[in-house]
């Protein structure tokens, strides 16, 4: 085999699919300006089972002369596409392709100027040139292959989804038909252009000048890349066509076509080159910013109803999943949109929520309203649509992006300030994220029903208001201290209660509590350290106060470095 015989054969056998030829046929007539490409087949019975099968592909385009025949048509690599962005092909070899389906041969008929040609390709390849005395408009081609009708509707088949595959977006119209239909029935003329769509949710159509691509979140992404419409590469594996931008597509879909993509020698994926770059800058651009967009206004339409059915909230939820997942730096974008709900329909930010979070220590979170929930809404309290024993799962959504916001941009400052202050009392260094964690709570687990003791004895009386006036001295913020009991069972029962004001709810002591004035407190009578107390008090009462502020102030982690201010108040 001779070293151009060798060229042909690796460019004949260079596709995973010889029906691929029919992609580079296409290819060619929409370069040739063909404002349509009519695919069509039939079979011609012979006098046995066996007959002919004949693919044609016809195009009205520019058509070949002489020159182009004998220049670019049969001799290898020789293209006047080179450089030009309005074409597709580069290499000048998309018709050798066509003798992968070994052909018994290939006719051609074309014109161009004033000339008409016959060109016919033999089945060693070799072929011979006919000036024809009758116009041809464009260029047709017709294969021939041996076979019978079985054969003859497998071809029909393969064809369909070749078309299908690669030239569903064509910017030029194609059709196919099959002429030698089953008996029966009549041919039908089908139309392989598709709408420019990719399936998920919220999908985004963006234009750019040689542009266009769409765009959807989706659980199953595929990614297509086109050049006018014809499929360069399409795959549901981003790392064989997105590299090291894999990661960033895992839940995302798209479609791209543009005049900057080609596809490599081989056909079989794009071109990773500076034009690639340069449509990849595009698409990343439309991830970051109009796909989010969609998805954040979406969900604030969503949190915006006055009410909820079922499926809204399981939509809710889907779409803030799919938030959650996106990279960390595309969400921090999202802080000031309000994406959260509360169960009283009240509209929130992240940034909202974490001005609540900073004022009382926790942050609530439940699908359930309640007497509790509605209780805390008077109290001006929200809480917030999800479900705070469910972090990790599909209605944990909306605390892990509080989370994430929270320790993104708040921790890195808290995280120093806690450290300090522990250091300080001797205590062991918790994690700032990990103390924000802690403090995202179902109502029910924050909030307890109490009995409050509406008079006390005089011993008592005398505890809490000595306590009371250590802690008004060093300015810790709590106006009142009372007596109060569990109004029902609790699994460890707290030794303090607090909030705003006294009610028959209480909250447990959150940490990190950032109110400076106006709390109030309620004793739980019943705790054991409160027993101890008792003991304690008729014999050293300073002390029983001074042991009572310190412990509220550990409890609600709070205040810690002025542990010597209280004790000199003691002495005091």
């Not at 404002?35 to 002919?52: A, C, L, N, Y």
């Not at 060093?474 to 607090?498: K, N, Q, R, W």
Request: a negative charge; charged letters at 25%.
């Amino acid at each position: 085999m001779s070293n151009e015989e060798g060229i042909v054969e690796n460019l004949v056998t260079q596709f995973s699919s010889a029906w691929d030829c029919l992609r580079e046929l296409v290819q060619n007539s929409i370069d040739a300006g063909s404002p349509q490409v009519d695919v069509w087949t039939e079979f011609e019975r012979g006098d046995s089972h066996q007959g002919v099968i004949a693919i044609h592909i016809d195009d009205f385009g520019e058509g070949m002369d002489e020159h182009i025949i004998d220049n670019q048509l049969t001799t290898l690599f020789a293209s006047a596409k080179e450089n030009d962005l309005t074409k597709i092909g580069k290499f000048g070899i998309g018709f050798v392709s066509v003798f992968a389906l070994k052909p018994k041969g290939v006719l051609l008929h074309t014109g161009r100027a004033g000339e008409f040609w016959e060109v016919f390709f033999h089945e060693d390849r070799s072929f011979s040139k006919t000036r024809l005395d009758y116009p041809v408009e464009g260029t047709q081609i017709t294969l021939f292959l041996e076979g019978d009708y079985r054969k003859y509707k497998s071809c029909v088949r393969d064809v369909r989804s070749t078309l299908q595959h690669w030239c569903e977006h064509s910017e030029t119209e194609i059709s196919f038909e099959d002429r030698s239909p089953e008996e029966g029935t009549f041919p039908e003329l089908e139309s392989i252009n598709a709408p420019f769509v990719v399936e998920g949710d919220c999908f985004t159509h963006v234009k750019h000048q040689g542009t266009e691509m769409v765009i959807a979140y989706t659980s199953s992404p595929h990614y297509g890349f086109y050049n006018r419409g014809l499929a360069l590469a399409y795959s549901r594996h981003g790392e064989d066509l997105l590299f090291e931008r894999a990661p960033r597509y895992r839940q995302i879909g798209f479609k791209i076509k543009s005049r900057y993509l080609e596809h490599t020698l081989s056909r079989e994926t794009v071109m990773r080159d500076v034009n690639y770059e340069k449509a990849m800058a595009l698409l990343d651009q439309a991830a970051n910013n109009e796909l989010l967009l969609s998805l954040l206004s979406e969900i604030e339409t969503l949190v915006a109803q006055e009410q909820w059915v079922h499926r809204d909230a399981q939509r809710y939820m889907h779409l803030m999943s799919i938030l959650q997942h996106e990279p960390p730096s595309v969400r921090l974008k999202c802080s000031q949109h309000k994406i959260l709900r509360t169960l009283s329909g009240e509209p929130l930010s992240l940034e909202h929520a974490y001005q609540v979070w900073e004022r009382d220590g926790r942050l609530l979170f439940s699908q359930e309203i309640s007497s509790l929930t509605a209780r805390l809404h008077t109290m001006g309290v929200p809480v917030i649509y999800g479900d705070a024993a469910d972090f990790s799962g599909a209605f944990g959504a909306p605390l892990r992006l509080f989370d994430h916001y929270a320790s993104t941009v708040i921790a890195p400052k808290l995280s120093s300030k806690i450290k300090g202050m522990l250091i300080q009392v001797g205590f062991g260094i918790e994690d700032a994220q990990s103390q924000m964690r802690r403090s995202l709570a179902a109502p029910d687990e924050a909030f307890l029903p109490v009995i409050l003791h509406e008079q006390v004895s005089s011993e008592h009386a005398q505890l809490l208001a000595s306590a009371s006036e250590l802690l008004s001295r060093i300015e810790a913020g709590y106006d009142h201290l009372t007596l109060c009991e569990m109004d029902a069972y609790v699994e460890e029962s707290p030794l303090f209660v607090i909030a705003r004001e006294l009610s028959p709810f209480m909250a447990r002591p959150p940490a990190n509590l950032k109110h400076k004035k106006g709390m109030q407190v309620a004793v739980n009578r019943e705790h054991p350290f409160f027993r101890e107390l008792e003991v304690l008090m008729p014999r050293q009462p300073q002390m029983a106060a001074y042991m009572l502020a310190k412990n509220l102030l550990l409890r609600t982690d709070r205040l810690l470095e002025r542990d010597l201010a209280l004790m000199a108040q003691l002495r005091g």
